[in-house]
């Protein structure tokens, strides 16, 4: 590269933070502005599929990860209400085999703190709310609310589904309520059932990533902090429009309620539920553009999505990579902005639809396999080529 280039990100979430890391390993200059007054991760699980994990070894960050996540041996599918098994898919060993790297589990607050392990102590500003960004004169500059300004080379929007920084560029992009809201809770792994089904027919290993699916929600379960604990992601269909916010509280009370008639041995794990969360989910239409002159958008502010997939971390965390990948690839960062847009819109966009599409499946009766998901976790968004632009 000509000069050395400054990046400001907007946003210390897991996509900001993975998008900071890259960044500096690409050797370009990076500062993260964060609104919070101090760094931490809301939410519990979060699964990381294989095409986030390669990002997050090519990060060096694949040692600490496996430290603290757990590996599902299985997908087990079980139906709602007499717990039969619908399928099973051997995951440990396949999956690393067949993508190139294994499908991991872990609290979202410990993958937080690897991505944060892996910045200087100085490389994130807190209490700093972003308020309006701006092209000049090439370059772009970021207004905070305490009236201080700052002008990088690339000003990048990591701040999530409400992006300031989106609106600035596009205006005020309608948002689009999916008709679910889901709660987030945590047991202790001694709570989860190993039989299941008629007469306890069916054994599940609390090893396994399990997934309860019904015609008006689903359940989504699986171990994490080394099998010590289980993530459970309830989700709900329902018009009433719920907050968005995880940090909702909701009852237990309330949790249950949701799923009245499921199976006993799913309720009664649902029972052991001490603190649970809700939110309601959103997504947005695919965006025609990210990228204005010297400002451009990654992970939720570009393409929030719905969890069906469980790939809303993980395409943030591809887009860090690649951003920073194109960015040190040219000569100028608005070629290298070019090229980022082009090769991670069209994968997003396309991931955000099948997400939608899987959503409507799952509501199904009987609910047909999952969609093809080749293409997502097989692909390795370090590798990729940097065309000319």
Not at 74 to 100: C, I, N, T
Not at 295 to 311: E, F, K, N, S, V
Not at 358 to 384: C, M, Y
Request: glycine share 12%.
């Amino acid at each position: 590269m000509a000069r050395k280039i400054r990046v400001a990100v907007i946003g210390a979430g897991l996509g900001g933070l993975a998008a900071a890391c890259a960044l500096r390993q690409h050797g370009i200059e990076v500062a993260v502005y964060e609104r919070a007054g101090q760094l931490g991760e809301v939410g519990a699980g979060i699964q990381l599929a294989p095409n986030a994990v390669k990002v997050l070894r090519a990060l060096g960050l694949e040692a600490g990860l496996r430290a603290v996540s757990s590996e599902p041996s299985s997908f087990a599918s079980l139906a709602w209400d007499d717990a039969r098994l619908r399928f099973r898919e051997p995951m440990k060993g396949p999956y690393a085999a067949q993508y190139g790297a294994p499908y991991l589990m872990a609290h979202r607050a410990d993958l937080h703190r690897l991505l944060c392990e892996g910045l200087p102590g100085n490389a994130v500003r807190l209490d700093a709310r972003c308020v309006g960004v701006a092209n000049r004169d090439g370059r772009a500059v970021a207004q905070f609310a305490d009236g201080s300004a700052i002008e990088a080379d690339v000003v990048v929007g990591a701040d999530g589904i409400n992006s300031t920084v989106r609106e600035c560029l596009f205006g005020v992009q309608p948002v689009r309520f999916t008709q679910q809201m889901a709660w987030r809770c945590i047991v202790p792994i001694e709570c989860v059932p190993t039989r299941v089904g008629p007469g306890g027919s069916v054994e599940v290993g609390r090893d396994e990533y399990v997934g309860w699916i019904g015609p008006d929600g689903h359940v989504i379960c699986y171990p994490i902090r080394g099998g010590a604990l289980y993530n459970i992601f309830a989700g709900h269909v329902t018009d009433q429009w719920v907050e968005e916010s995880w940090a909702v509280p909701s009852g237990i009370d309330e949790l249950l309620a949701g799923y009245r008639g499921w199976n006993p041995a799913l309720l009664e794990m649902l029972g052991q539920v001490r603190e649970c969360f809700k939110w309601g989910i959103r997504d947005r239409d695919p965006l025609p553009r990210w990228t204005e002159g010297a400002i451009t958008l990654l992970g939720d502010a570009a393409h929030p999505m719905m969890p069906t997939l469980a790939q809303g971390a993980a395409q943030s965390i591809e887009d860090g990579f690649a951003l920073a990948r194109n960015l040190s690839g040219h000569d100028e960062p608005l070629r290298g902005l070019a090229a980022y847009e082009a090769e991670r819109r069209p994968r997003a966009s396309r991931v955000v639809l099948q997400a939608r599409e899987q959503f409507q499946n799952n509501r199904k009766v009987p609910a047909p396999p999952p969609l093809p998901r080749e293409w997502i976790f097989g692909h390795d968004a370090t590798s990729g080529a940097v065309p000319a632009v």
